[in-house]
């Protein structure tokens, strides 16, 4: 097979993105896992519009009580915590759980990709093939990645 090279890093724009994606999967994240389970802690939300404050022991209420000031962070948690709740209209329980997993990975993925090498070589991509044929081809070679993460 051809070869062909992917770039997977980058300078500029692309780590300011992770670093911000990173930043707010964080906060998120360590606001929400404290609630976790039966033994999770309260959070105190502050009240907002001459409303008082409560305590609530609800990951999605915590999540939802962020108010980060940079605008770039507060829109990338309004979208992960909005992961949780959608999760409870789907599901009807698991929000914590959900931003408990998505922070974990998000963080791993993040990190993998800033220690990866900037340029990745695989197979040279033939646009003579179908969508369905690279499907296939990329199938096939899943019990050979398989192999090689054991």
């Given at each position: 097979?051809?070869?062909?090279?992917?770039?997977?890093?980058?300078?500029?724009?692309?780590?300011?993105?992770?670093?911000?994606?990173?930043?707010?999967?964080?906060?998120?994240?360590?606001?929400?896992?404290?609630?976790?389970?039966?033994?999770?802690?309260?959070?105190?939300?502050?009240?907002?519009?001459?409303?008082?404050?409560?305590?609530?022991?609800?990951?999605?209420?915590?999540?939802?009580?962020?108010?980060?000031?940079?605008?770039?962070?507060?829109?990338?948690?309004?979208?992960?915590?909005?992961?949780?709740?959608?999760?409870?209209?789907?599901?009807?329980?698991?929000?914590?759980?959900?931003?408990?997993?998505?922070?974990?990975?998000?963080?791993?993925?993040?990190?993998?990709?800033?220690?990866?090498?900037?340029?990745?070589?695989?197979?040279?991509?033939?646009?003579?093939?179908?969508?369905?044929?690279?499907?296939?081809?990329?199938?096939?070679?899943?019990?050979?990645l398989v192999d090689l993460i054991k």
């Amino acid at each position: 097979m051809p070869k062909a090279t992917i770039h997977v890093g980058g300078a500029g724009k692309e780590k300011e993105a992770r670093a911000v994606a990173l930043q707010a999967a964080t906060l998120v994240y360590d606001a929400m896992r404290v609630t976790l389970g039966p033994d999770g802690l309260n959070g105190l939300v502050y009240g907002t519009y001459n409303r008082p404050g409560r305590i609530t022991n609800d990951g999605v209420t915590v999540g939802g009580a962020l108010e980060p000031d940079d605008e770039l962070i507060a829109q990338a948690a309004k979208t992960f915590h909005e992961s949780s709740k959608r999760t409870n209209e789907r599901v009807g329980d698991g929000t914590t759980s959900t931003a408990v997993v998505g922070g974990s990975l998000i963080t791993s993925i993040i990190n993998d990709i800033d220690d990866a090498p900037e340029h990745v070589t695989i197979g040279k991509p033939d646009h003579k093939k179908s969508p369905r044929q690279i499907r296939k081809e990329l199938l096939a070679e899943v019990p050979n990645l398989v192999d090689l993460i054991k």
